[in-house]
Antibody
Framework: QVQLVESGGGVVQPGRSLRLSCAASGFTFRSYGMHWVRQAPGKGLEWVAVISYDGIKKYYADSVKGRFTISRDNSKNTLYLQMNSLRAEDTAVYYC???????????????WGQGTLVTVSS | SYVLTQPPSVSVAPGQTARITCGGNNIGSKSVHWYQQRPGQAPVLVVHDDSDRPSGIPERFSGSNSGNTAALTISRVEAGDEADYYCQVWDSSSDHVLFGGGTKLTVL
């Protein structure tokens, strides 16, 4: 069965960096685009970034562009999110999510991880 | 930029039908997806591509999309349907994923 397991969250001071990981299993990871989506406490879902199946195409929300970098290692079945220059407003649960259509992006997310909490606070 | 508008809340009695809307400029030209999120849990896809149901999702969940409004309809609502529901589209003009603000469904 498909499993997505995020890790790397925690408490970090403003201006510092953090790297999240998402370990994937149960499907052919290298064939699917992957996303990061976040949810601030008590708020709605906010899309963060997408990476194509081959890692070539990457797109970011305006709120994180220039500070966050999405990447993947298809040999390790792992998705990453490098977060730099963190701000208090980046505090959220971060989910990784799998595209529902292979070799594509811009479709629905058919599987989500359970999320990892990032708290940016001094 | 493209905006998706959902009502903050919808209330319905058990056994009745709930309709949750998602408004956007000419949203009928886009594929709309819907997610259910119960408290403390990750979102779950309940309808994709306007009206298709993933395997394991009850037939009580259905979707429609036309003009400026997409909708998720839940028939014969049960207590377990109480959750937040989000619509989502891909905006090809900006290469961004967009979510609606979410609708809290309350089962009376």
């Amino acid at each position: 069965q498909v499993q997505l397991v995020e890790s790397g969250g925690g408490v970090v001071q403003p201006g510092r960096s953090l790297r999240l990981s998402c370990a994937a299993s149960g499907f052919t990871f290298r064939s699917y685009g992957m996303h990061w989506v976040r949810q601030a406490p008590g708020k709605g879902l906010e899309w963060v970034a997408v990476i194509s199946y081959d890692g070539i195409k990457k797109y970011y929300a305006d709120s994180v562009k220039g500070r966050f970098t999405i990447s993947r290692d298809n040999s390790k079945n792992t998705l990453y999110l490098q977060m730099n220059s963190l701000r208090a407003e980046d505090t959220a649960v971060y989910y990784c999510a799998k595209e529902g259509v292979w070799y594509s992006y811009g479709n629905s997310f058919d599987y989500w991880g359970q999320g990892t909490l990032v708290t940016v606070s001094s | 930029s493209y905006v998706l508008t959902q009502p903050p809340s919808v209330s319905v009695a058990p056994g009745q039908t709930a309709r949750i809307t998602c408004g956007g400029n000419n949203i009928g030209s886009k594929s709309v997806h819907w997610y259910q999120q119960r408290p403390g849990q990750a979102p779950v896809l309940v309808v994709h591509d306007d009206s298709d149901r993933p395997s394991g999702i009850p037939e009580r969940f259905s979707g429609s999309n036309s003009g400026n409004t997409a909708a998720l309809t839940i028939s014969r609502v049960e207590a377990g349907d109480e959750a937040d529901y989000y619509c989502q589209v891909w905006d090809s003009s900006s290469d961004h994923v967009l979510f609606g603000g979410g609708t809290k469904l309350t089962v009376l």
